[in-house]
């Protein structure tokens, strides 16, 4: 899929744009990410974050991925949406969050992270591609992504 996209924050204060095929999603269903979305799991494209126009300045946090290192979270300090997450601060490489799109029709996910911790009942498709955690390299492994 390519074409314009737009999204942003839920008050508006934050919003961007992009005109990039849209990359493979991905779905995960660990604890930070059912936290981080209040939801059963959380859904996320990886592109680089200067595909982005934004209009607005996301406030960030910093938190420990599973993998030990730092994971920059940027939000909208008004309301509190979470936007995307990147391994840098400035961010690079990101994984912007699927639910921030304004329109999200045509993106599924192709691949499932951490199913070993999936809320019961949410029943996946089983023709993705499903892991019990996450891939090792994980960081490539998004990079990979973006590239189908």
């Known amino acids: 899929m390519s074409g314009t996209r ?3 924050c839920q008050c508006g204060a934050i919003t961007y744009q992009f005109e990039v095929p849209v990359p493979a999603a991905y779905a995960c269903h ?5 936290k981080q979305s209040a939801s059963a799991f959380s859904m996320s494209v990886p ?3 200067d595909s982005l126009q934004v209009e607005g300045k996301a ?13 920059h979270n940027y939000f909208c300090g008004n309301c509190g949406t979470r936007l995307w997450h990147s ?3 400035p ?5 912007l969050k699927v639910g921030t799109l304004d329109d999200p029709s045509g993106i599924a996910p192709v691949v499932h992270l951490w199913v070993s911790k999936k809320q019961p009942g949410i029943e996946l498709d ?6 019990l955690t996450q891939p090792d390299d994980l960081t490539a492994w998004r990079a ?3 590239k189908q």
């Open 30 to 34: 660990c604890g930070a990410c059912k």
């Open 47 to 49: 592109m680089q974050y």
């Open 6 to 8: 737009t999204g942003g």
């Open 126 to 131: 089983p023709a993705s591609d499903q892991h």
């Open 144 to 146: 990979s992504l973006g």
């Open 59 to 71: 406030a960030s946090f910093v938190s420990q991925a599973f993998s030990g290192k730092a994971k």
């Open 87 to 89: 391994c840098s601060n």
């Open 91 to 95: 961010p690079d490489m990101i994984t």
